[in-house]
Each structure stands twice: as C-alpha cells, then as structure tokens.
C-alpha cells in the first residue's frame, strides 16, 4: 500500500511519495507542479482541473475558480457557476480528486491515505473544511501537517546533525514561519506564526496596480472603468502579464511589459525594475520581519540560538525576499526546488504514519522510516463566558503554542437561577471578547437540572488531535452523577441556537392594598433606572405589572394585568392607571388559596419561550401558607424564578422563595431607606444570574 504527501497549495499544488528509499516528486499529467485552478467548459459544462483550467483562465474568467484556498473556512462563500452554487470545499475536493486520480494512474495502484499540508496558521474552520475536501475526494487523511513543519522534516531528514531551524515559508497564498528543533530525525515545534492573507499573489497584485496606473495615465481612466466582459478579460490579461513580470524579476533587474492592443486603443509599453518592486513590495515584507521576530519571541529564542534560516514556497525565489531576509536578519538557506519541498515533507510523514499499521500492510510500505514530530497549536481556544455582567468574554482552555496532541477539561457554573441549557460556543483568537475572535461552533447542553445560579457545575472538555483539529464535548455534574448528555463534535454556527441567555422579562405582583403606597409610587419613580441597570449588562429587558388587592367583604381578589414592555417609560406610564389597590380593603395574604387565580395570571404574562422569566411580588402581609406548595409548583412549572420583597421569617414568602430559587428582601428596610436602592440591588442581583 502506497501513501502520499499533497502540498494543497493556493496558487499550485504538489504530490510526492517515498519509495524504495528515495522521496520523489510525483508527475501529474507529466508536470510536477499542478495549478490549483478549477474550470468548466463553456461547450459542454464539464470540470477541468489543473493545467488544462488555468489555460482556459484567460479565455473565460467567470467559470474559472483560481485561489480558492483563501475561502476555505468561510461557510458563507459560494461560487455560481452556469447558475449552480459551488462552495470552497467543493472545489478543494474537485482539485483534490484529480490530484489522487492522477497519483494512483503514476504509481499503478488506487491512492486511499495522504498526508495533506496546511498553513501553519490555518483556523480551526480552514482545516476542518481542507479534511472534508478531503474525505469528500476519497481520501483517508492521515494528518494534516503544518507546511514549516513539512518542510523542516524534507530539509533536515537523515542529516544526523541537531539544529534549530527556522523556517520562512511564503507561498501564493500563504505566509508561515515555524521555529523547530531537530534532533536527528526527531522534530520539536517550538512556535510558529503567520498571516493567511500574505502571499506571493499580492506581488501581481502590486505588480498589475503599477501597470494600470501607467496604464490611464496614457489613455485616460475612464476607459478602465465600464463592466463589460471585455474588460473582465483585459484584466485577466493584466494579471498575466504581472506573473510574467514578477517571475521575470527574479532573474533580471528589469522586466518589459507590452500589450499590443489595450481595449481597441493601440499598443502599450512599459518597463519595470526590480528597485521599483521592492519599494511597492515594502510594507507586505516588513510584516514578514514582523512576524519572525513575533515567533521568536513566542518561541523564547534568540537570533543567536537559530542556526539556519530555510526558505521554502515559491515567492522566496524572489530575491528581494531574500535580500529583506538577509537585511533583517542574516543570508538564509534557499531550498532546493522550494515548490516540492512541503509534499516531500509530508510523503516522508505519511511514510512514518503508516508504520505502526499491519504486518502486512507494513510489507507493502518501501522502507518505511522513523520520525517523531512535536506540533504546537498557533491559536488560543475557549468558550463564551459570562464575567463581570458581560456575556461575551472569552475564556481560553488551550493556549496557543501547547504542545499537541492535548486535552483540557475545565468546570463551570450555571448563571441563571433554573438554568436548563447551556450554551458552547467556541472561539479561536487572542482577543479578550469574543466577538473579536473567529467563531468556530458551538452546541447547546440541554436537560440541566433546576437549581440556583452558580449550584449547578457544566464540565467542558478540549481534545486537540495530531492534526491540530478540535473535539469538544460537554457534561452537566451534580454530586458526582454524569447525566446522559455529551456532545462530541462542535456544530456548524448554522446548527447552533440562539439560547437568548441575556434576555429576560420581569413582572412585578404587588398588593396594592391602602398600606403599599409606598412601594407602588417607589415602582412607578425607580422603574427606568431599575431597566437601565440591567441593561447596562447587555440584557435585553422588558418590564410587566400585576396589580391585585382583595375587595371589602369579599373573600375574592381582583387583579388587573399590564402586558410586558420594552420601554420602560411606557411602562411607567401604564402604572397611572392602576385603580384596584386604590379601592382600598384588607391586606393582601399571598398565599391563601384564593391567590392562586392571581399566580395562574402571572404565568400568563410570560409570552416567549426562551427568555428568563422573573416575578418581584411586593406585599407586608404574611399570609396563611395554605397554598404555598401549590404556588411554587405554579412557578416552577413554568420555570418562573420569584424574588420576595416581604415580611421577614419562616413563612410563606421566604418558602415561594427556596422553592423556586429567588431571593427575599426585606419590605422593612425599603421603608428605612429610598426604595430605589432596594430596587437598584434587585437589577444587580437579575443581572449577575442572566
């Protein structure tokens, strides 16, 4: 059984195997580099991939797909061609299958395991799709390697000599810096750094906006502006021509650029220097150096300690490149065929992976070889927390630079009184919220049993493979028992609900008998700074009133409902209309069994699901206890948290409040002091379990 290594690059692509003790780039339809560019023919809509597509590139740019690496990990991209949508793993699975295809006819026996390279700083969402592209072509990966590492591996195999190399790997699409220590034929990640959005495509890029400007400055800049499929082609051409230039560059000091024809206007010419290239080009190396010294000092290693620059990736054929490297830090070592390395790299892994297999299989591997390889993880990765009233901040369980494979388990506490699920949503970045960073997935932990915010432990584990791909999985802990709830995949953000965890509505119950004036006019002043503290927390609030009092000489109450508002000002004013407690009559005894109409309209008031439901009932009677039980069933059933402000002792207001994990306050002391602080301390006390 034969393995492979496939550099998956941005601009080209590159398989290579060991066999019989040698590794070797493979021939793809006779050429040992494959554009990674996917076609379809206008004759008869079929796909082309590779030398073929990027020939047909000029002919018709818009069913032509080129760079499509830089949209892997965005779920959104979608492509449209002859109206039908494409997303970037289809494509990557497309170049993916002619490159295993084209392998297996070279080497006379179908191709099933690879090793596939990435950037070193490709997101969680970036690899998980270049597996999927993967598995969708047919193929068992057996690791995704970072392309430094690959590289280091190709450079340094069978050296016998221990070295610490950094390598500077700048391809079409891509830039990457690993910083490895290589003992024999073993290799020790100790820090790697990098951009995604550099690579050798912003030289054309550059090359193509000096061209143009040279360009209107002879025949005017309107002529460049229209849409039509003319100048669609044109600057396809324009792009043509800048490769052509910058490959140019690299071999002499100046490169000629003449079109015969611009638009139907007559010719051009125009000459462009290697001095003019590196000032245009100056601001894309600099992050370059940037981002070397920003490893090193991740590594905890100097200068001194490097013994070797390597440069791999086809932009480093530039010598600017070299030259910046050279100028910043010291001459480095250009690798031999700096396009092929990676893959060689890789189809020395893929060797190595496959040892530990069969017997029988281990027959069939060409002198198989032994490396160790160590990895780190270049990113922080954590979860969505609540802290210091915030539900956005993020709180990393594996930091960038650990050492992979690796697991973490980390335990946290419910925020919300009652709280049945729980969200996981997982993040990538090194910024401190999270809607800052990339989000990766996320699911949500249902079934949590009722219990008061901050009782109930969400244990959540990180598993991180050899591939540097994520696995996080969830339980819910209470005295020691494992509920039967574990998720081992992070979700699609498409697959993940909103769980609304910071919206809530709050309903107050207040007796509005002849001795609660007090309270009422303290509801009605405070309201909007009562909202306002608890919006300060990012929640999403809204404000409703029960208004309940007992008819002289009737064992009967009256209430009357004011529907929950957003805007605390109408709600205020809603409250001038309350008449019943104004009747006057006796007190208002929560708990006697002619209450439970009024409960029953409470849990009326709470109209959408998914929002944490809060009563503040207010009254300075005791009342009987009677329905005490059935109250709180009532409340519970509905998952309604009451919070008491009420006579103190062991009576019917402190046992509504344990039984559905609210909290008293004590009516007595909002007549010592201004009721909105009473008030104020409830807002705070919602906001912190919200």
Known sequence: MKVIGIDFGTTNSVVAVYEKGIVKTLKIKGHSITPSVVSWRSEDKKIVVGHPAKKRILINPKTSIVSNKKNMGNRDHVYEIFSKQYTPVDIASYILSYLVDCASDELGERIKHAVITVPAYFNQNQKEDTKFAAENAGLHVLQLQAEPTAAAIAYGFNQEKDQVILVYDFGGGTFDVSILEVKGNNYIVKAVGGDTTLGGYLFDTEIKKYILE??????????????????????????????????????????????????????????????????????????????????????????????????????????????????????????????????????????????????????????????????????????????????????????????????????????????????????????????????????????????????????????????????????????????????????????????????????????????????????????????????????????????????????????????????????????????????????????????????????????????????IFISDEVGSDVATDKIIKIMSSNEITVHVVGVPGNNAHKHICDGTNGKFWDIFDSRKIDFSLILQDIAKEIALTC
């Open 214 to 615: 040279q360009l209107k400055a002879e025949f005017g800049a309107q002529l460049f502006q229209n849409k039509s499929s003319e100048i669609s082609k044109f600057h396809q051409e324009l792009i043509e021509l800048s490769e052509q230039a910058k490959i140019d560059l690299s071999d002499s000091k100046k490169s000629e650029i003449y079109l015969p024809s611009v638009l139907g206007k007559g010719s051009f010419e125009c000459e462009i220097k290697r001095s003019d290239l590196k000032q245009l080009l100056q601001p894309i190396l600099n992050k370059t150096v940037f981002i070397i010294n920003q490893t090193l000092h991740k590594a905890n290693i100097t200068l001194d300690e490097i013994n070797r620059i390597v440069c791999v990736g086809g932009t480093t054929k530039s010598p600017i490149v070299k030259d910046t490297i050279t100028e910043n830090f010291r001459a480095p070592h250009i690798a031999e065929n700096v396009d092929e390395i990676v893959a060689k790299g890789a189809a020395l892994t893929a060797n190595n992976l496959m040892i530990p297999m069969s017997d029988t299989i281990k027959s069939n591997i060409s002198k198989p070889i032994a490396l160790t390889i160590s990895n780190v993880t270049p990113y922080n990765l954590g979860i969505r927390v609540k802290k210091m009233g915030k539900n956005d901040y993020f709180e990393t369980l594996i930091k960038e630079q650990t050492p992979i494979p690796t697991s973490y388990t980390k335990d946290f506490k419910t925020v919300r009184n009652n709280q049945r699920a729980v969200e996981v949503a997982v993040f990538q970045g090194d910024r401190e919220l999270c809607s800052d960073n990339i989000f990766i997935g996320g699911f949500i932990l249902e079934n949590i049993p009722k219990a008061k915010a901050g009782k109930m432990n969400v244990q959540v584990t990180f598993r991180m493979d050899s591939s540097d791909i994520l696995n996080v999985s969830a339980s819910c802990r209470k005295k020691q028992k494992e509920f039967q709830i574990h998720v081992d995949k992070v979700a699609d953000i498409s697959a993940l609900n909103n769980q609304q965890s910071g919206q809530v509505d709050i309903a107050f119950l207040i007796d509005t008998s002849g001795s609660m004036s007090r309270e009422l006019d303290g509801i009605k002043q405070s309201c909007t700074e009562f909202a306002d503290h608890i919006k300060l927390a990012d929640i999403d609030c809204r404000l409703g009133l029960i208004d309940f009092a007992k008819v002289p000489h009737d064992k009967n109450y009256n209430y009357e409902v004011f529907k929950l508002v957003s805007n605390p000002r109408l709600f205020q004013k809603s409250t001038d209309f309350l008449k019943i407690g104004r009747l006057g009559g006796s007190g208002c005894y929560v708990a006697d069994k002619e209450t439970l109409p009024v409960f029953r309209a409470v849990k009326n008031i709470f109209n959408k699901k998914n929002r944490l439901k809060i009563l």
